[in-house]
């Protein structure tokens, strides 16, 4: 299956602020390659920068069996837009495209037949959830009366969670039905789906200082553990056998439900992709990319 570029002029106002920032800071994307030892410990077998652009390329996220991923770009321009790259070529393509308007967060829809992203309308305020057909088309909104739309995550084939601006609330929405459900406010911008549980993962900001990882058991609706987070760190992504890989500074450090304790699993100090912030595995864990900021951590 391959992603085309989808030339949409869309008819109605459509731009993103990225929540809250009048500009996206400067950004770049390392791609790292793992191998896990007999000890069962991961190491860098291989490791390089995918983008170089001044701007903000960001937001990766790999798309299972295609070699490849999808990430945000600016391309040194005002418009935010998606790419493709692809990991034997080592080239970027635009695949999504549309006048006026800024797109963000791409992921597939679980069952991997679109594109799914947050737009934001010229109004510079107004942000919705999109789908787009993955072999190109028109696409369209999905709950169209919500415009604060920040991050989300698929939990299955008709639900989503995603987080709204006001108070920063989570809810768990149904595609079909439009039903909604306020799962919590004051919550982190990081929203993860378990790969080996029907688990959610989320940060709970307390105050300033105590931010937790909850992890919600989607079927039974309710929260089943936490994980005390580092001070100020709060993105991570799910690991093997639904472990958290949380960056922290220079280092990359793993805890669980089971084991809520953080160890360090990576110490990238020397490297040269140290200032990293964003982080998320391949599908088969073999793989990780890093997205390097220049001065203050977004």
Not at 32 to 58: A, C, H, R, W
Not at 68 to 77: A, G, R
Not at 98 to 124: F, R, V
Not at 282 to 289: I, Q
């Amino acid at each position: 299956m391959k992603i085309i570029l989808i030339p949409i002029i869309l008819l109605s106002g459509f731009y993103y602020r990225s929540l809250g920032q009048d500009a996206p800071p400067s950004t770049d994307i390392w791609l790292l390659k793992l191998q896990k030892s007999e000890s069962n410990n991961y190491q860098v077998s291989n490791y390089k920068k995918i983008t170089d652009n001044p701007g903000y390329d960001n937001q990766p996220y790999f798309l299972p069996a295609m070699n490849s991923l999808l990430y945000v770009s600016d391309k040194n321009s005002n418009q935010t837009d998606i790419y493709q790259f692809y990991f034997a070529t080592g080239a970027s393509k635009k695949v999504l495209s549309t006048e006026y308007y800024k797109e963000y967060s791409p992921m597939l829809s679980y069952d991997g037949d679109k594109i799914s992203c947050i737009s934001i309308e010229p109004d510079g305020s107004s942000q919705r959830f999109w789908e787009f057909p993955f072999t190109g088309g028109i696409g369209k909104p999905l709950f169209p009366d919500i415009t604060d739309v920040g991050y989300y995550s698929w939990l299955d084939e008709t639900q989503i969670a995603f987080l709204r601006l006001e108070k920063n609330t989570i809810y768990i929405a149904n595609t079909s039905s439009g039903d909604m459900q306020k799962l919590e406010e004051n919550t982190g911008r990081c929203i993860q789906k378990a790969r080996n549980h029907n688990w959610m993962f989320y940060v709970k900001k307390y105050d300033s200082l105590n931010w937790r990882i909850k992890c919600y058991d989607i079927g039974k609706s309710m929260v089943i553990g936490e994980i005390q987070l580092p001070q100020g760190q709060e993105d991570f992504t799910v690991g093997p056998n639904d472990a958290i890989w949380l960056s922290d500074d220079e280092k990359i450090m793993e805890a669980s439900v089971q084991n809520p304790t953080w160890k360090k699993v990576f110490d990238f100090s020397t490297y040269p992709f140290k200032n990293f912030y964003r982080i998320t595995f391949s599908p088969e864990y073999n793989m990780l990319a890093l997205v390097t900021y220049d001065g203050k951590k977004p």
